[in-house]
T-cell receptor, first 114, second 112 residues
Framework: EAQVTQNPRYLITVTGKKLTVTCSQNMNHEYMSWYRQDPGLGLRQIYYSMNVEVTDKGDVPEGYKVSRKEKRNFPLILESPSPNQTSLYFC?????????????FGQGTRLTVV | GNSVTQMEGPVTLSEEAFLTINCTYTATGYPSLFWYVQYPGEGLQLLLKATKADDKGSNKGFEATYRKETTSFHLEKGSVQVSDSAVYFCALSEWQGGKLIFGQGTELSVKP
């Protein structure tokens, strides 16, 4: 089954404690990205990757890091989380960066930073 | 920059009512347009899309037409069901980097 898998689904952590949210896709997609979803703001892109070892900032990259060492994996790293990073996070993958390709989303990770 | 604006929610309807969720966009060039749906506790999934002006996307009884002259992509369904209760997102696909620009989402609740 084609899918994007994120872990964990829920995470509560304290300010400053480094964490990683994993994302893996089994569709051999080149393009992957991370979004955060906040009430009234929809989804905003944090980082994206167009292929292995190629990553770039989205609209809200501050406080986040990513890496793309393998095609299937695209982890999101918060080196020093802060309460304003409390949000619902989604990983997504697409076959290419062409305009009309469908994005497949993971089930989301609800992060709370206290 | 590019942007998407959706009608505010939440929207509450009775079963079998007609649904319209308005979506307008601002974009340079010729973006592709999408509607995604998010059921409770799940990720987003594609509902329908349209890739050029006057295209009509349709799926599961939902329809939306890409109107370039009014920069709109309104979602419609003739008769909603309780199972349609979800959050609906309108989105456009930018050329650079393949980014999706989302509206703020509209929560739909359908009562029996």
């Amino acid at each position: 089954e084609a899918q994007v898998t994120q872990n964990p689904r829920y995470l509560i952590t304290v300010t400053g404690k480094k964490l990683t949210v994993t994302c893996s896709q089994n569709m051999n997609h080149e393009y992957m990205s991370w979004y955060r979803q906040d009430p009234g703001l929809g989804l905003r892109q944090i980082y994206y990757s167009m292929n292995v070892e190629v990553t770039d900032k989205g609209d809200v990259p501050e406080g986040y890091k990513v890496s793309r060492k393998e095609k299937r994996n695209f982890p999101l790293i918060l080196e020093s989380p802060s309460p304003n990073q409390t949000s619902l996070y989604f990983c997504a993958s697409r076959n290419s960066d062409r305009l009309n390709t469908e994005a497949f989303f993971g089930q989301g990770t609800r992060l709370t930073v206290v | 920059g590019n942007s998407v604006t959706q009608m505010e929610g939440p929207v509450t309807l009775s079963e079998e009512a007609f649904l319209t969720i308005n979506c307008t966009y601002t974009a340079t060039g010729y973006p592709s347009l999408f509607w995604y749906v998010q059921y409770p506790g799940e990720g987003l999934q594609l509902l329908l899309k349209a890739t050029k002006a006057d295209d009509k996307g349709s799926n599961k009884g939902f329809e939306a037409t890409y109107r370039k002259e009014t920069t709109s992509f309104h979602l419609e369904k003739g008769s909603v069901q309780v199972s349609d209760s979800a959050v609906y997102f309108c989105a456009l696909s930018e050329w650079q980097g393949g980014k999706l620009i989302f509206g703020q989402g509209t929560e739909l609740s359908v009562k029996p």
